[in-house]
């Protein structure tokens, strides 16, 4: 199957850590993204790892990725008001061109 | 950096009518796409370019077509619409298939 899944919806309190989760069922992915939406907006791209890493940090952000377990994860550090969006995960593979993507979480940032 | 630009923001159409929604990129991206978006799912890919003269299908093609005449232009057009196409669409566009991609601000088209 091609599912990537994400829990729906996650909140934090304003300086808290934010972990937002997600799996993916292709083991033939080669890259893993991480969107941000804000509202009336289109997606940011936030940061993506190769499947041949486990780990990139990118400031406040950290990404692990559990290639065995087929888990990505994005780690917000020191969490804002300005980070409440939704995120989405998506995967592309080698042979295809498609993204595919979750259902995106929504990350409420509470002062 | 106009990136990748997406005109009309918004737009609403009775059942039937035909429209073009226009998207446009100045990076010199080879690779461009279409999604939708619709509440409480991710995003569906309707059509992609490789380049200039190459399209292909996506995930759901049905109601759209798409052409790829220059390396900045990819539009989208509705032939006859449809209520289930109300939805949110955005054109993203990369160097290549598996570069990340760059999207658009989208548009958001209701159909009555």
């Known amino acids: 199957g091609e599912d990537v899944e994400q829990s729906l919806f996650l909140s934090v309190r304003e300086g808290d850590s934010s972990v937002i989760n997600c799996t993916y069922t292709d083991s033939s992915s080669t890259y893993l993204y991480w969107y941000k939406q804000e509202p009336g907006a289109g997606l940011q791209l936030l940061t993506y790892i190769f499947s041949n890493m486990d780990m990139k940090q990118d400031q406040r952000l950290t990404v692990l990725l559990n290639k065995k377990d087929k888990h990505l994860s994005l780690r917000i550090a020191d969490t804002q008001t300005g980070d409440s969006a939704i995120y989405f995960c998506?995967?592309?593979?080698?042979?295809?061109?498609?993204?595919?993507f979750g259902s995106g979480t929504r990350l409420l940032v509470r002062p | 950096n106009a990136g990748v630009t997406q005109t009309p923001k918004f737009q609403v159409l009775k059942t039937g009518q035909s429209m073009t929604l226009q998207c446009a990129q100045d990076?010199?991206?080879?690779?461009m796409s279409w999604y939708r978006q619709d509440p409480g799912m991710g995003l569906r890919l309707i059509h992609y370019?490789?380049?200039?003269?190459?399209?292909d299908q996506g995930e759901v093609p049905n109601g759209y077509n798409v052409s790829r005449s220059t390396t900045e232009d990819f539009p989208l057009r509705l032939l006859s619409a449809a209520p289930s196409q109300t939805s949110v669409y955005f054109c993203a566009s990369s160097l290549e298939g598996t570069q990340p991609q760059h999207f658009g601000d989208g548009t958001r088209l209701s159909i009555l």
């Open positions: 998506a995967e592309s593979r080698d042979s295809s061109y498609k993204l595919i």
């Open positions: 990076m010199n991206h080879e690779y």
């Open positions: 370019s490789v380049g200039a003269g190459i399209t």
